[in-house]
């Protein structure tokens, strides 16, 4: 069974940082792109970021470029979302998913909330 | 960025009946690089159609992608009080990838 499993999620005041981590389980990791995806309150589906498998490419939503970094750990089946400057606006569940087009896999989320 | 947009916002059907839901692009979607997930409450979307017409692994025949430029269609036939949910389309072809609002179907 592919398990992905969100986790650093939280309570944050703006201009401060989080890490997420996500662990992928059941899935051949190494070989595939992995991406993060967000949805605010009550909204749609925000692609955020993804990775080459070799994290030799990143690349992001003008929202986030400069101020979040996708990164990831082959031996360890791990995807990361560093989040820096964190805004109002970053208020989300964020999910990882597997792929850099569709996505098959999705995680269960972990919610990031951005407030003073 | 290509905009997706979903119609209607809100449809409410039967058990047994047919949904229609569609998405329309604001330029021309490359290379077939349509995807639909469904998304129920408190869940994470799971992916439905991928390529506009393909179905991803255990997704019954009631579904069905159709479409082709800057409009596209998903099919759900014999509705089913478990096809409640959010119905998302997404462009992958072309950067950045985006998602439309989503369309919420209600089974009376």
């Known amino acids: 069974e592919v398990q992905l499993v969100e986790s650093g999620g939280g309570l944050v005041q703006p201009g401060g940082s989080l890490r997420l981590s996500c662990v992928v389980s059941g899935f051949s990791f190494s070989p595939n792109w992995m991406s993060w995806v967000r949805q605010a309150p009550g909204k749609g589906l925000e692609w955020v970021a993804n990775i080459k498998p070799d994290g030799g490419v990143e690349n992001y939503v003008d929202a986030v470029k400069g101020r979040f970094t996708i990164s990831r750990d082959n031996g360890k089946s791990s995807l990361y979302l560093q989040m820096n400057s964190l805004t109002v606006e970053d208020t989300a569940v964020y999910y990882c998913?597997?792929?850099?087009?569709?996505?098959?896999?999705w995680g269960r989320g972990t919610p990031v909330t951005v407030s003073s | 960025e290509i905009v997706l947009t979903q119609s209607p916002g809100t449809v409410s059907l039967s058990p047994g009946e047919r949904a229609i839901l569609s998405c329309r692009a604001s330029?021309?979607?490359?290379?077939?690089?349509l995807a639909w997930y469904r998304q129920k409450p408190g869940q994470a979307p799971r992916l439905l159609i991928y390529g506009i017409f393909s179905r991803a692994t255990g997704i019954p025949d009631r579904f069905s992608g159709s479409g082709s430029g800057t409009d596209f269609t998903l099919t759900i036939s014999r509705l089913d009080p478990e096809d409640s949910a959010v119905y998302h389309c997404q462009q992958y072809g072309t950067a950045p990838i985006t998602f439309g609002q989503g369309t919420r179907l209600e089974i009376k």
């Open positions: 998913a597997t792929g850099s087009g569709w996505h098959d896999y």
């Open positions: 330029q021309s979607v490359a290379s077939n690089c």
